[in-house]
């Protein structure tokens, strides 16, 4: 249990204490009603005495009674309704609330630190109410009256006369039949006689003489003259006098049913009293002819048991009592107490109560305790049996006696007054009363004994109880508490007698003593076990109290703390106290915070809300409902969608009572903040025909870091190429697209007139619908002017002005449960200056639904678009990007620190021109190595001239512009024929297989290629493409050798023509895909000729072999290729004709198929390569069957940035080549050997330079065919003259070489036996010329 102000050894004394009646006269209580108090109330702050009593017990022992109190109370002569007590309950507890600012315990329990009221006021309060307003029963005598206090006034005619009449009418309220109310301790009552005399308005010697009077009548011991009101009505403001009464009159003690509030009242006996009618806390109770009460109404909050209102979210059942109670205050609030008297009045009635304590009450209750004692030992002096049959004797009309079952099932036998077994009853009640607790233990328990003997259960229970508390209070302590004497009484009152209020108290009274022995858990259980259905304010009282044991256990137990006050809270809720009830929620809700049990969280939430809401505390009603929401549910759609509902109808009202305040923070749907991207730029125009825009950048792209490194790239190189091959500092690439992979630590660039387009990724975590209307951004803009300072005429923060930044709204979004989604916002700004975009806002709303949930159906709904909305509410939720970590110094490693992330606060800079592209007839499939036609259109959308257009590319063999001619007579894009790269004409037939010459200069061939062979400037006329202007350019497409696809990526360069400080250019980036497929694989051979056809005998001639394979598989498209034309293209050389084909057709390959042709190729005439200042290109084209496919007017030229590098050392084979001989002599020789033996003929040998460098040469003649094979077929010779020559040739020089060869007889001779060794002149390595293609040299020696 939670702690209290009082101990228990304070609390039992306090609350049994001796009763006494008071019965007024009219005048004396209009002199009390002068201080708006009646005579009871009067006497209340002072009813406790102030100094130890003494009084002696029947074995004449002193006994000492410490902090006596007494309750004096106007005589009521019907019971309370229990409707009337349960609201003074009600009341009292509502208006007992926790202190504002109240520091609470802090409790740590394991890993739990909860913050606890560790006191209960409303608790104590509900407490001492409840036993102040126990209805006296005939079992017990605790608050019976002992006394009756007779009060006239001095200002009466007969004073005395009015004393005997009030004397009689106390004796006929008593011994009447008529009235069983109230209850009397003894038939013979203390009467005592009170003159009231008011000092500032009576005749203080005639009350002098009255009293006297009285003396002599009732005796000193009898009687009292009390001196009040000493000061006037009128003077009570010019002095301050404490007022005692207020903290006792607003606790309505059920015993002094006075009206606060309805001015001067009284109860009397007088028959003639005008004054009919009382009221206690605003309710009515009749009063009978005589002027005492007589009923009251039932309680305005006893609650309809066919309906509970506890599922209506704004029920009635709080307001009522708030209500009353509240006006009653505030009746009260403007009322002084005791207005008329004087410090010394307050002495005088202090000394009154002590007067009567010590000389009346106290010898009073001395004197019945003596007889009733002398009665008890005379009984003990009696055999049992002997008293069994006096007690019959004297019982009298005794209801006879009955089973043990019967006993059992009802409350027992009644005893009459005068039963001795109530005697001991009385005499142990009366030593409670006086706190002589031993005496009043025996007493019990022979009471105890006696009564269930005789199974009179309510009594047995009734001494039972007392025993034990009895036990408890005894000084010393003499035997432990007997805790099974209260649950037997528990049990005996609840289960037998069905009487619920003594079971409470018995309950009440327990829990405090076992309490204070730190017996939590057993108080805890005792607790527990009085909740009931009959009651919800005492259950709730009960488990919020046995949840404070769990809690104030040694080892505290926090659960079953949180599940009690949970259960406390649902009756407090049901009894109408939603205060409490939401306070014991929240207290609980410590405890399942956090813990994952999401089920148990959302349920109470969901009543915290729901209680905060009836109690208006708005805010901490959408607070819970907004816990409910943002936690990943576990709760059912239905359910789900209630908690939406609700959620929505509290934030409604609370958006109503403040309409003009900010926009508050809307829990849903989920914003993954850093999934946040920001688009600058207009969006790309969708494909039209066979006209397709540029790819750029867009939100549909994925990121990718590597294709995102080759865009950077590609800029830097451009950008390098315009600085003369240097990257400027300030250079920072483009970003058009900013997500959480991009460099967002700088403010990003925007232009004025271009959108910006941020896209908000939403999560809806229900499994509901949300639907969100008028869906936009909200920002904050600060305009600048043209030099870059803020301007003035224009305030500096601007929201929402559609002159600054135009604002996109989406009408309707729809998120389908648990549904990811990414909303589009658009923004255009008309005004340079700086963007903060700080969030979204929108309408929450959800679709109109046909289900119920928690007794709440769908609220109306207004159609709007395509989507009935049931309820929407305003708000925004704001974009916080937190931004990258920093780990970059020391400091930043050893601590968490995190950069900024601007990309939702661009810059908007002055106006830049703006290119679209379009690429129109652009292929996507190509062939390896395939040559195409494509156009381009650069088009200018906005209103500033650009300039300096380049296009960069890692793949610039993949494309060109064609030649110089081009961009002056741009042809039309619209016939197909134009894709092709060759125009088809039909050539005579004579010009068959023999080559058709042209030639073109270098010059011809389109731009220059300078150092950066990537970077192609775009032959723009007049180098500037005008605001609206669209130029169309042919681009050539060479397939790439490589099958499969191929990703192309452009990236097309621009500036302004004026000069920008912030932005220097602007980008366009375009990706074509490209997928290529196999087709012919060309390998070429070139052979030298040893024909010597030319008349120079150069040695000019060439064979070229071509091997032509169809690569392409039978599933590809293309399945036959036709080979219709070869052509050459080379400064120096030329084909000339072709050797193999002697057919008039075409060459056909089929899939898989090769096929070789061979070409003769022959040098350029020098006419033809005559030194120019560019060299001419020389083509010739060799066509089979009769069409000729010349080039379309332009010559292309293809740049392959990976060239094969020409080794700077030749290869053997090349150096094996580099003479070419050729021997000249006759074919058969003629000589007479009878005339002469040897024979001698002339050769020249000819070694002919191919080189254009000097070489060396050496001959050797020395050389024997040493194979027999050769001897056999060619017979010996000799070469005369010089064995070996050693000569130099020049570049490409001819040199003859004369020789002689001897023969000694006839026959057939091979001549190529000279060795020719060559090298370059400034090499060292010697290599023997190849012969191997030469045809032997044979010659014909005959005899004449």
């Not at 504002?100 to 509900?126: H, K, M, Q, R």
């Not at 209801?399 to 099932?409: A, D, G, Q, T």
Request: with cysteine; hydrophobic share 35%.
């Amino acid at each position: 249990m939670a702690q209290c102000v009082q101990s228990v050894q304070e609390l039992i004394p306090d609350s049994f204490v001796p009763c006494v009646a008071a019965l007024c006269s009219d005048e004396a209580e209009r002199l009390t009603r002068l201080n708006h108090l009646s005579f009871a109330e009067l006497l209340k702050p002072f009813s406790r005495l102030t100094s130890e009593v003494h009084m002696r017990d029947p074995n004449n022992q002193l006994h000492v009674i410490k902090n006596l109190k007494i309750a004096v109370s106007n005589i009521i002569t019907q019971p309370p309704q229990p409707g009337v007590i349960r609201k003074l309950l009600n009341d009292v507890v509502f208006g007992s609330q926790p202190a504002e600012g109240l520091v609470a315990n802090v409790i740590t329990a394991g890993d739990y630190d909860l913050n606890i009221s560790a006191t209960t006021p409303w608790f104590e309060s509900y407490r001492e109410s409840f036993l102040q307003s126990m209805p006296a029963s005939d079992h017990e005598f605790l608050n019976h009256y002992l006394a009756c206090m007779l009060v006239a006034s001095s200002s009466e005619a007969e004073p005395v006369e009015q004393f005997s009449k009030l004397s009689q009418e106390q004796h006929r309220i008593q011994h009447n039949n008529d009235y069983s109310y109230p209850k009397w301790f003894i038939p013979n009552t203390l009467k005592y006689y009170v003159l009231l005399h008011d000092v500032s308005a009576g005749d203080e010697q005639r009350a002098e003489s009255i009293y006297e009077e009285m003396k002599q009548k009732y005796g000193t011991q009898g009687c009292y003259l009390l001196k009040i009101n000493s000061r006037t009505p009128n003077r009570a403001s010019d002095e301050q006098i404490p007022d005692p009464w207020s903290q006792y009159l607003q606790k309505n003690s059920i015993q002094n049913q006075e009206s606060y509030e309805d001015g001067p009242c009284t109860i009397t006996s007088n028959k003639n009293s005008d004054s009919n009618l009382l009221s206690l806390d605003g309710l009515d109770n009749e009063v009978k002819v005589d002027g005492l009460p007589n009923n009251f109404r039932a309680h305005p909050l006893q609650l309809d048991p066919s309906g509970d209102s506890s599922n209506s979210i704004d029920g009635p059942d709080h307001v009522k009592s708030a209500s009353s109670l509240h006006e009653t205050k505030k009746a009260n609030a403007g009322i002084i107490h005791g207005a008329c008297l004087t410090l010394t009045d307050h002495d005088r009635i202090r000394q009154f109560i002590q007067e009567f304590t010590f000389r009346g009450l106290l010898p009073h209750i001395e004197k019945t305790i003596r007889q009733l004692n002398d009665q008890l030992i005379s009984r003990k002096g009696l055999s049992r049996s002997l008293f069994s049959a006096t007690k019959k004797w004297f019982s009298g009309s005794k209801v006879p006696e009955k089973s043990i079952n019967e006993l059992k099932n009802t409350s027992g036998l009644l005893y009459p007054p005068e039963a001795p077994e109530l005697q001991i009853r009385k005499m142990a009640d009366l030593c409670f009363l006086v706190q002589h607790y031993d005496l009043a233990y025996s007493c019990y328990h022979t009471a105890k004994k006696d009564f269930l003997n005789d199974q009179a259960m309510l009594y047995a229970a009734g001494a039972l109880e007392m025993a034990a508390v009895s036990a408890f209070l005894q000084p010393g302590a003499p035997r432990p508490y007997p805790a099974h004497y209260m649950d037997t009484a528990i049990q005996t009152y609840r289960d037998i007698c069905k009487n619920m209020v003594l079971a409470e108290r018995c309950v009440l009274l327990s829990a405090e003593i076992l309490k204070s022995q730190s017996k939590y858990s057993e108080a805890a259980a005792l607790l527990i076990r009085l909740t009931s259905e009959d009651s919800d304010l005492r259950s709730a009282l009960l488990l919020e109290q046995a949840a404070h044991c769990f809690i104030n256990m040694k080892s505290p137990m926090v659960r079953k703390y949180a599940f009690h006050m949970i259960l406390a809270g649902h009756r407090f809720s049901k009894a109408g106290q939603k205060k409490h009830a939401l306070r014991c929620y929240c207290q609980a809700m410590q405890v399942y915070k956090g813990k994952g049990w999401s089920l148990a969280e959302d349920h109470i939430n969901f009543t915290i809300g729901r209680q905060s809401y009836t109690l208006r505390q708005l805010d901490n009603a959408v607070s819970a409902f907004r816990h409910i929401l943002i936690n990943e549910s576990k709760q059912s759609a239905a359910q789900q969608g209630a908690f939406l509902r609700e959620y929505l109808y509290v934030y409604k009202n609370v958006s109503q009572l403040s309409p003009d305040g900010p926009l508050p923070q809307l829990p849903l749907p989920y914003i993954n903040s850093s999934a946040t991207r920001v688009f600058f730029g207009h969006d790309r125009r969708p494909a039209d025909g066979e006209k397709q825009a540029a790819t750029h950048v867009s939100l549909d792209q994925e990121y990718d870091s590597e294709s995102s490194q080759q865009w950077r790239e590609l800029e830097e190189q451009v950008v390098s190429v315009v600085n003369r091959g240097v990257l400027p500092s300030s250079f920072y690439p483009t970003q058009y697209c900013l997500n959480s992979y991009s460099d967002n630590s700088r403010f990003p660039l925007a232009v004025v007139e271009e959108p910006i387009t941020v896209e908000v990724a939403f999560r809806n975590p229900l499994k509901v619908p949300l639907l969100l209307t008028d869906l936009s951004l909200l920002w904050k803009f600060q305009p600048k002017d043209v030099s870059g300072k803020d301007d003035e005429e224009v305030k500096e923060l601007v929201k929402g002005e559609p002159e600054m930044i135009g604002t996109e709204v989406i009408s309707e979004f729809l998120i389908n449960s648990e549904e990811s989604k990414v909303a589009r916002l658009k923004l255009f700004p008309h005004h340079i200056g700086e963007l903060h975009i700080l969030g979204v806002v929108y309408n929450l709303g959800t679709i109109q639904g046909s289900m119920t949930v928690d007794g709440i159906g769908a609220l109306p709904g207004c159609h709007t678009g395509k989507h009935s909305l049931s309820m929407s509410v305003r708000g925004r939720q704001d974009l916080e990007i937190q931004g990258p970590r920093l780990n970059n110094t020391k400091e930043e490693k050893t601590s968490i620190k995190y950069g900024p992330d601007r990309r939702l606060d661009p810059i908007i800079t002055e106006e830049m021109p703006l290119l679209e592209v379009f690429f129109i007839h652009f292929p996507t499939g190509l062939l390896c190595g395939e040559i195409r036609k494509a156009y381009v259109e650069f088009v200018n959308v906005s209103k500033c001239p650009l300039t300096g257009l380049k296009v960069v590319s890692k793949r610039p063999e993949f494309f060109t512009f064609g030649g110089n001619t081009a961009v002056l007579t741009p042809l039309s894009p619209s016939a197909s024929e134009n894709c092709s790269a060759y125009k088809t004409v039909v050539t005579d037939s004579t010009s068959v297989c023999t080559a058709l010459i042209s030639s073109a200069s270098s010059v011809d061939f389109g731009i220059g290629i300078g150092s950066q062979p990537e970077v192609i400037p775009v032959p723009l006329p007049d180098t500037v493409l005008l605001p609206g202007a669209s130029v169309q350019l042919p681009m050539w497409l060479r397939g790439p050798d490589e099958e499969g696809v191929h990703e192309i990526n452009f990236l097309f360069y621009y500036e302004s023509v004026k000069k920008q400080p912030k932005i220097r250019h602007r980008i366009l980036r375009h990706t074509a895909v490209i997928c290529t497929s196999r087709s012919l694989n060309v390998r070429a051979t070139v052979c030298r000729s040893n024909s010597l056809e030319d008349e120079e005998g150069r040695g000019g001639n060439m064979l070229v072999f071509v091997d032509v394979e169809n690569t392409n598989t039978s599933e590809a498209g293309v399945k036959e290729f036709h080979i219709v034309q070869v052509s050459s293209s080379s400064k120096h050389w030329k084909l000339q004709k072709s050797v193999n084909l002697s057919e008039n057709k075409d060459a056909k390959l089929a899939s898989r198929e090769k096929g070789k042709f061979c070409f003769k190729a022959v040098r350029c005439k020098e006419e033809e390569v005559a030194t120019q200042s560019s060299e001419k290109y020389t083509f010739a084209d060799i066509i089979f069957g009769n069409e000729q496919e010349p080039p379309e007017m332009e010559l292309l030229k293809f740049f392959r940035p990976e060239n094969t590098t020409v080794s700077s050392r030749p290869s053997v084979e090349q150096l094996s080549n580099l003479i070419k001989t050729s021997f000249h002599y006759p074919e058969s020789f003629s000589h007479p050997f009878h005339q002469k033996s040897l024979c001698l003929v002339p050769v020249t040998l000819l070694l002919s330079n191919c080189s254009k460098a000097n070489v060396d040469v050496i001959v050797d003649l020395r050389h024997k065919t040493t194979s027999p094979e050769a001897l056999e077929i060619h017979g010996s010779f000799t070469w005369l003259g010089q064995t070996q020559y050693k000569l130099q040739l020049k570049s490409q020089e001819i040199h003859s070489l004369q020789l002689k060869a001897c023969f000694v007889h006839t026959g057939v001779y091979n001549l190529g036996t000279p060795r020719v060794f060559a090298k370059l002149s400034d090499q060292v390595t010697v290599f023997e010329t190849s012969q191997q293609n030469s045809m032997p040299a044979l010659i014909i020696i005959n005899n004449v």
